[in-house]
Every structure is written in structure tokens, then in C-alpha cells.
Nanobody
């Protein structure tokens, strides 16, 4: 089993910054993609940023230039630095990891963190 533990959410004013962190632990041989999603009430979960295991990064258009995703493969952690925050960034942010648990199998499984609330006040 794999656990993802997130931290770093909170309340911030418009234009402020926050950093989210996510640490994966448990039965991990390697991790493919690690990323962040967010969800607001009544809406589906949307991709914010993803970091592949070979270093490629991609972002939602709405956060490009404001958010930066970084990853430490040795520590199985992923960070999301959020700057110039806007009220529309308010959401529950979820960490996601595509984990390969056995060295002898290429099979992987996606896991989710418990979510952390980010609230941006106007």
C-alpha cells in the first residue's frame, strides 16, 4: 500500500504565495508521474500541474507562469509553489502519484492524497 501525505495549504490574500508539499511512502519501487489536482464544490477534479519521472513538466493554462512544480525522486516528494494567487485558485488541492510497487512488474497504480484546502481571499 502507498500513502500520500500533503501539507502546506491555508488562507492567503490575493497576490500571496503558498507552497504545497506531498510525500509518498509505503510499497514503492518507482513513481511515474506525480502531480497536483484541484477541486471546487460541484466541479470535477482538474489537473493543475504534473511532473514526469524523466523531468517533463506541464501546467494548466490557468496557472502557467504563477505555479511551479518540483520533484525529488530520491525522497518521493513533489512540491507546488504557488505565487500571485487569485481567488479563483481557491480549491481543495490533491496530490497524485502513479506508483510502480514491484521491480518485476511494470504495472502501476494511481494514488491520491487526502487533500489540502487553499483559500485565497479578495
Amino acid at each position: 500500500q502507498v500513502q500520500l501525505v500533503e501539507s502546506g495549504g491555508g488562507l492567503v490574500q490575493t497576490g500571496g504565495s503558498l507552497r504545497l508539499s506531498c510525500a509518498a511512502s509505503g510499497s514503492i519501487f518507482s513513481i511515474n508521474d506525480m502531480g497536483w489536482y484541484r477541486q471546487t464544490p460541484g466541479n470535477s477534479r482538474e489537473l493543475v500541474a504534473v511532473h514526469t519521472n524523466v523531468g517533463s513538466k506541464s501546467y494548466a493554462d490557468s496557472v502557467k507562469g504563477r505555479f511551479t512544480i518540483t520533484r525529488d525522486n530520491a525522497k518521493n516528494t513533489v512540491l507546488l509553489q504557488m505565487s500571485s494567487l487569485k481567488p479563483e485558485d481557491t480549491a481543495v488541492y490533491y496530490c497524485n502519484a502513479d506508483v510502480r510497487s514491484q521491480y518485476y512488474s511494470r504495472r502501476s497504480q494511481k494514488y491520491w492524497g487526502q487533500g489540502t484546502q487553499v483559500t485565497v481571499s479578495s
